[in-house]
């Protein structure tokens, strides 16, 4: 078999969480275009419905279920209910997260109540989708766990302590489940750099990634690729593992101070 | 369509050290890909020239063009002189694929200057090398793909290992540190992080390649097949915001310390 065939994803069943808009809008078509059929979710039912239009053009089948996924009610609930119209889940995507309320807060200003729903959306979710999801896979002997993380997972930030913590832990998470679990689950994480969703404020409040290596921000549809990549058989032997797509970002370390330091990069 | 962008139809490319089993693997999977693919070795060697010519007639199966040529890597002039080449013959070039790999295992206070000297040269200078001779052509059509496959001896120490090791961590920052330089020319540079393989070398040794087996969480080693995929990620349109990175395929070995 060649190496591409081995990208070829038809029959495969993958959960994507938050894929309301964004990248997770993003792999959800991707891994349709690769062969699979999608559970798309997200807490806010109207924005997955534009995901799974797209899914569904590509010929696939979608289930959309509104989730919230810091509920692990809600959450069994959607891994039920996925598996009871697919009957099987291949690869779950653990993409829902953000930035929440008090992101940017000095320490004494974050409230318990801030603290407690940031790590709840960026790791407890996680969590409680992975824990309803493994059991299934144990039983088949198989499957792919994708966790969303962030530069902000592996390197810290003035004030910004939720969701640094969050997205660290998210990683070391990911890395005990391989401990745990390989090789019948191979669990890897994507670290994407600055990604603005087609968000002009964004854009302009990261000066259009001027100050990245690479001298641009980064576009959704660059994910798809890398999330068809770990969900496929070519990353067999790949697990517990982040992959940085981040124009060069984190090989420099410019990305905090937003100059290169010592040579500067060519000026615009 | 997701899949076609991992395509590398049209591309040319060049693997130094696929008479290795990684280099190997990488150049097969490329051409499989749909690259025409130039081979070449780590050292002057008759086993190795061997190799490589094999790996050239793998190519040729698959359809694709290349040929083989025995270098040593660690010579300027060769490495010049072959990247010359595949250009004249591709008419450019697209992929470089660093696979040199020397495996050197001695007690640090038993290393002679001229033997560190070989195992930095021929693992890390020539990687330096190459890629300095390809980044002229790729800088020149702003166009390039660098994968520089290293080891999880880059990452962590091994007694008796110190050349291989300091030399193998030396590749991972070349390559973050050209991947900067060369970020806005259309040139990424990344490196794919090989876990363990039965290439003979450090697990020669039947007993240590047992207690390897059971320590790592895949009861098992790669097979070179299983890492090279990572190389067609990143030499093709399916990575274009990715650089300066290492991808590592090495069966969760890395999360246990």
């Known amino acids: ?268 | 369509m997701v899949v076609e962008q991992f395509s590398l139809a049209g591309n040319a490319a060049l693997v130094i050290g696929a008479s290795n089993p990684l280099g190997r693997a990488a150049a097969v999977a490329l051409a499989e890909a749909g690259a025409d693919v130039a081979v070449a070795t780590t050292t002057r060697s008759q086993q190795e020239e061997v190799a490589a010519n094999s790996c050239a007639n793998e190519i040729w199966a698959l359809d694709r063009k290349g040929f083989a040529q025995a270098i040593d890597a660690a010579d300027e002039r060769d490495v010049d002189s072959l990247v010359e080449r595949a250009v004249s013959e591709f008419g450019c070039l697209d992929i470089l694929v660093n696979a040199q790999d020397l495996h050197f295992a001695q007690p640090a206070l038993e290393i002679s200057l001229a033997e560190w000297r070989r195992v930095i040269d021929a693992n890390l200078t020539g990687v330096f090398l190459a890629c300095r001779a390809a980044g002229r052509e790729m800088l020149k059509r702003k166009t390039g793909r660098i994968v520089n496959i290293s080891s999880v001896l880059a990452e962590r120490g091994m007694a008796n290992g110190s050349a291989y090791c300091a030399a193998q961590a030396g590749v991972l920052n070349l390559t973050r540190a050209l991947a900067l330089e060369w970020a806005r020319s259309g040139v990424t540079v990344n490196s794919v992080g090989a876990g363990w393989i039965d290439a003979g070398g450090f697990l020669a040794d039947e007993n240590m390649k047992r207690q390897l087996e059971r320590y790592l969480p895949y009861k098992r080693l790669a097979e070179p097949e299983e890492i090279s995929g990572a190389v067609v990620y990143l030499a093709s349109d399916a990575a274009t915001y990715l650089t300066g990175q290492v991808v590592w395929i090495e069966g969760g070995a890395l999360s246990h310390v």
């Not at chain 1, 979608?62 to 809600?74: A, H, I, M």
């Not at chain 1, 959306?121 to 059991?135: E, F, K």
């Not at chain 1, 896979?137 to 910004?160: D, H, P, Q």
């Not at chain 1, 990604?195 to 576009?219: I, Q, T």
């Open chain 1, 1 to 268: 078999m060649g190496v591409l065939d081995k990208l070829k994803l038809d029959g495969n069943v993958a959960v994507i969480t938050g894929a309301g808009r964004g990248l997770g809008r993003a792999m959800a078509a991707a891994l349709a275009e690769a062969g699979a059929d999608i559970v798309a979710t997200a807490r806010t039912e109207s924005q997955i419905e534009e995901s799974a239009g797209l899914v569904r053009d590509k010929g696939r089948r979608c289930l959309v279920v509104q989730c919230d996924v810091t509920d692990s009610e809600s959450v069994n609930a959607m891994v039920d209910a996925s598996l009871g119209e697919f009957g099987r889940i291949d690869i779950l995507v653990n993409n829902a997260g953000g930035a929440t309320d008090g992101f940017g807060n000095s320490l004494e200003a974050i409230t318990d109540e801030q603290w407690r729903v940031g790590i709840a959306t960026n790791l407890t979710g996680a969590m409680y989708c992975s824990r309803a999801v493994i059991p299934h896979m144990l039983e088949r002997g198989s499957g792919k766990i994708i966790n969303v993380t962030s530069g902000f997972g592996l390197r810290a930030g003035r004030n910004n302590f939720i969701y640094t913590s969050a997205k660290a832990g998210l990683i070391n998470f990911t890395r005990s489940l391989t401990m745990t679990y390989a090789p019948a689950i191979q669990a890897n994480l994507i670290a994407p750099g600055l990604f603005p969703h087609g968000d002009p404020a964004m854009e302009e409040w990261w000066k259009h990634g001027k100050f990245v290596p690479m001298g641009r921000l980064g576009a959704d549809e660059e994910l798809g690729p890398l999330c068809v990549f770990l969900a496929s058989d070519l990353t067999s032997y790949m697990n517990g593992q982040v992959i940085v797509l981040d124009g060069g970002g984190l090989a420099g370390g410019e990305l905090p101070t937003r100059f290169a330091p010592v040579v500067p990069l060519e000026s615009e």
